[in-house]
């Protein structure tokens, strides 16, 4: 028994429609099937990339359609769009005179032509981006959205999203940061209307927005908002990644952006917290496609080594010492690429090294930066000049090198010293009585001898053991132990070293407590016209101190002839 087979239907290759539309063009007399053949035909070339011959044929059209009353400005305007389009990717100037008079003819019927007006100027936008003229860019974008606004239909959302999102992008490279977020707002707002949950690329967009509206607040200094909107992309790239694997580089770089900004808002804390877990992310991407995720590796690395240099320098030194390790072997694959994040690495490094250099004053710490310097100097011949970031790092090179080899021991030694009587200047601030003051105050007067007496040429350290011995000198006077106070005193006049303009109020007061107005009074001249600390006025001291000595018990009321002083001068 034999089967019966249905036979196949023969398939005609695009060739042979070509030739049956060119044979029938060439024996049609009606105008009407002439106009829809030409049309078909130059869409079959289009289809089979025949383009030359495709944009031949329309230009023929235009032209028939162009001459007499054959055609409408609607059908007119459709062929010029054509036209743009077609050429769009191999002559764009010409594509643009196409689409600007396709513009002007829809607009001759603008009420029932705004789509086609929208979409024309959409596509002028997009030209105009690829010839980077942000002006035209901007204006057409700006024109297809005013046209979108005017179509209630569904059909317009998403063009009209992409238009808010590239305005978005394009105030956002200006600084325009107000307007920037304004478009990212909306675009947002109507992708979020659109998405049903599983449009893979509206998914992406909307991450990608909800990303660049945290970045926009960023630099608007809205610490609220940019930490909000980095939570909601960090949520929403997760929520993906948990339906289905792929976001973990999104994931990660939205970590790094919640580190730096928490890191910028001094939030140490919650920096390292998720500079820790944009680590994590990094390096298990960097396992399985080191060749795309090593530089983040290196990147998630250093910034680590940043956080965690004033609390844990042992630990920054680790973390930059893997970065540069990292660093150094993708600089030697791709130098013009790498070079400068491997000297960055090093130059923090060396900043690493100064400071604790400066803290503990020991040789290693300054050996090591040397060494580290030394490679950076390569490194950095070889940079491109121009660039900020680059400046930044050849002006780091030579501060670091001018501290290192010119070095100067008198000051590092006051830089450790200050920050041994930091606590102590603290606990004098924070008694009130003077008996209190005085213990504390001979600790810090302790350590200030000890430094000039091992450096007399530093004048920082005569200057601040100056001012010490006078303060130290105060306090006994508002006790009354005016002998203890006169041997501060003459300590303080017998250094190489001006006098500050409370000093000069202590030792008037000196004299004024010890008998002597009238050389009081040749101070308190003296001083007046100067200024305190705090760049205030001398008088306002004077006044403070004799409120606090009456206070004391010590002077209830100054002379008559101080009196005088204060009350003439101004």
Known sequence: MRL??????????PSMFIENVE????????????????????????????????????????KDQSEGDRSDSNTLAALYNNLGLLLKSTAIQE????????????????????????????????????????????????????????????????????????????YSEKLLLFDARNHYKKALDIYQQIYSGKEADIAMIIGSLLNNLGVTYRQMESFKQSEDYFKRTLEHYETLESK?????????????????????????????????????????????????YEHYLATSLHNMGVLFMENDPDKAEDYFRKAITLR???????????????AASLMNLVELYHSRWEFTL???????????????????????????????????????????RNEDVSGLHYLKISREMMPLRQEVNS??????????????????????????????????????????????????????????????????????????CNLAHYYLLSGNEL????????????KNEDKKSMKETLMKDFSTLRSDGILMTPPQAVEELLEHYT
């Open 244 to 292: 289905s694997q792929g976001f973990l580089p999104w994931i990660g770089s939205t970590l790094t952006n919640l580190s730096n900004l928490y890191a910028e808002h001094q939030s140490t804390e919650e920096a390292m917290y998720y500079g820790d877990k944009a680590l994590k992310v990094y390096t298990h991407l960097s396992k399985k496609e080191p060749e795309h």
């Open 95 to 170: 594509a643009i005179s196409s689409f600007r008079e396709a513009d002007k003819l829809y607009r001759e019927n603008e009420m029932e032509n705004a789509l086609r007006i929208a979409g024309v100027n959409y596509q002028l936008s997009q030209l105009f981006t690829h010839l980077k003229d942000e002006y035209y860019t901007k204006k057409y974008l700006k024109e297809c959205l005013v046209y979108f606004n005017r179509v209630e239909t569904g059909q317009v959302f998403e063009a009209k999203a992409r238009a808010h999102d590239q305005l978005g992008q394009l």
């Open 431 to 504: 008694t009130i009585l003077p008996g209190e003051k005085i213990a504390y105050q001979e600790k810090i007067l302790k350590i200030l001898r000890g430094h000039v007496m091992k450096f007399p040429g530093h004048y920082r350290g005569m200057e601040s053991f100056s001012d010490a011995l006078s303060e130290q000198a105060w306090y006994y006077l508002r006790l009354g132990k005016t002998k203890k106070a006169a041997a501060l005193l003459r300590e303080m006049r017998q250094l190489k070293s001006d006098l500050s303009s409370e000093a000069k």
């Open 23 to 62: 044979k029938a063009l060439e024996t049609t007399r009606d105008h009407a099937e002439r106009f829809t053949l030409q049309n078909y035909l130059v869409e079959l070339y289009r289809k089979t990339n025949r383009m030359e011959e495709a944009v031949a044929l329309l230009r023929t059209i235009i």
């Open 362 to 404: 020991k040789k290693e710490f300054k050996s090591k930066a040397l060494a580290l310097l030394g490679m950076t100097d390569k490194i950095a011949k070889e940079l491109p000049v121009n660039h900020p970031a680059v400046q930044n790092i050849l002006n780091d090179l030579d501060y670091y090198n001018g501290r290192f």
């Open 519 to 530: 050389r009081a009074l040749e101070f308190y001249k003296q001083i007046l016209p100067l």
């Open 328 to 342: 150094r072997g993708l600089a030697d694959k791709e130098p013009h690429a790498f070079n400068a994040d491997l």
């Open 4 to 13: 019966r087979t249905t036979p196949k239907r023969m398939i005609m290759e």
